[in-house]
């Protein structure tokens, strides 16, 4: 066999056996996978997004908008109405959750580093809900765009965003592929778009240096809206099912290329987008203690004030080195 | 292995009144322990922790095997808790004097 010939036959073969295996099946990984993480057993190393503290552990000098990310919660998505719901693939999920802030974000992080350069993707199983309300008058039944008609529900409008992004470094120069979903705005209007920034995130280091100070609730991925770009004018259509404790999950993979510090593709269910002209803008600034930094995160910000939810039922990070 | 979590759900809040902690969720872990630190003290003032359960993460109730615990706010306190069930959340209310101490709290589960 030439060499092409054995690649597809390997190719084939990884394919045949993932799948027989219901685990992995619902995913579609690149050669190599890092982490395979489906929270029956654990957080898996996923853990909340902290500062950059002083040499005496002293909180008040982190950044204040990144003091309180929250820890992540293995949820058996226990609900007012139907009780437990469970997972996609068994009990549990990872649950990210915000406090009832409009700005505020909760924030989980996988660290690793790369033993190679080349394509690198991330697949999840996810869904977004907001907390139930219980009470109220006639005010319940409406939020921004939506009133309830037994169809829509005023809690999906009360969603803002979730957000799955890198933070990476080699040669002392750092970046992050960042793709947001973008479900509604300050007022409860409908956005339902994906989004990313065109500029890199402001760090603690230069917070140090005094060239930002952001707020508690600043929106710490991109604090200015005007650095945000639409990825296509089309609404994304989803599944949140009409009320906010009835979960379907949801598939997304993320690729992008560290050879070339760049994206490459974004897969929603069954919307593929092209990310190869999005920017990935670097930091000018050489970072030292990062040599091949490899973390994903995901988080989720509310608009609103209603905890907003990101559950994560597996995760799944490879990469074709 | 027996799996195990440790969260914080506070890294130096005020305690102004009255404090609760977000609802976590705890369905999976058997037993559970809150730590209380008071990163900034106030020696006069008494404050009253309750250890609170839910059936759905909204509504809260007293866990029925936990009294009422008093402490001045300053130092650590610890609470074991046990038949917890879902959803487990602690509440802080300052009981007496004027001073406003910080909290740090951790919540530590294992299976």
């Known amino acids: 066999m030439t060499t092409t010939e054995v690649a ?20 579609n990984p690149l050669a190599r996978i890092l982490t395979f993480d489906d929270f029956n057993d654990g957080a898996h190393g996923w853990v909340e997004l902290g500062g950059n503290y002083n040499g005496r552990g002293d909180l008040d000098s982190m950044d204040e908008h990144f003091r309180d ?15 437990t719901h469970g997972g996609m693939g068994g009990t549990y999920s990872l649950k990210l959750a915000t406090r009832q802030a409009p700005g505020h974000t909760a924030t989980a992080i996988r660290r690793l580093t790369m033993a190679g350069r080349g394509l690198l993707q991330i697949e999840a199983h996810l869904a977004w809900k907001v907390e139930a309300n219980l009470g109220g008058g006639e005010e319940a039944n409406t939020y921004g765009d939506i009133t309830w008609d037994a169809n829509s529900h005023p809690s999906e409008a009360q ?32 956005v339902q778009k994906w989004m990313y920034p065109v500029v890199a995130e402001p760090t603690p280091h230069e917070r140090f240096e005094g060239k930002h100070d952001h707020g508690r609730y600043a929106d710490f991925t991109a604090p200015d809206p005007d650095d945000w770009r639409y990825l296509d004018d089309r609404r994304q259509e989803a599944c949140y099912n009409e009320v906010p404790t009835k979960v379907n999950w949801h598939y997304l993979r993320f690729t992008i290329d560290t050879s070339t510090r760049s994206n490459v593709e974004l897969q929603f269910n069954n919307d593929v987008y092209d990310l190869r002209d999005v920017p990935v803008p670097p930091y000018a600034e050489k970072y030292e203690s990062l040599e091949s930094l490899l973390n994903f995160y995901f988080s989720v910000r509310t608009l609103a004030p209603h905890r907003n939810f990101l559950f994560l039922d597996s995760v799944v990070i490879s990469a074709d080195w | 292995m027996r799996q195990s979590q440790s969260a914080v759900m506070e890294r130096g809040v005020e305690l102004v009144d009255v ?4 609802p976590f969720e705890v369905a999976w872990a058997g037993e559970a322990r809150w730590y209380v630190q008071f990163l900034q003290p106030a020696d006069d003032t008494q404050v009253e922790f309750r250890v609170q359960i839910s059936a759905d993460g909204i509504n809260w109730l007293d866990h029925e095997g936990i009294a009422p615990i008093s402490s001045t706010a300053a130092g650590w306190r610890s609470i074991p808790v046990e038949r917890f069930g879902h959803w487990l959340r602690l509440r802080t209310t300052r009981t007496s004097g004027v001073g406003a101490p910080t909290l740090r709290i951790y919540l530590e589960l294992k299976e």
């Open chain 1, 8 to 27: 597809d036959v390997a190719a084939a073969l990884r394919h045949a056996i993932r799948s027989s295996d219901p685990r992995l099946s619902k995913f």
């Open chain 1, 69 to 83: 990310f929250r820890p992540p919660q293995l949820s058996n998505q226990n609900f007012f109405d139907v009780g």
């Open chain 1, 159 to 190: 969603f803002g965003a979730f957000t799955v992004a890198t933070d990476l470094c080699h040669e002392g120069v750092r970046y992050h592929n960042v793709m947001r979903f973008q479900n509604s705005d300050e007022q409860g209007r409908i």
């Open chain 2, 19 to 22: 404090h609760e902690t977000e």
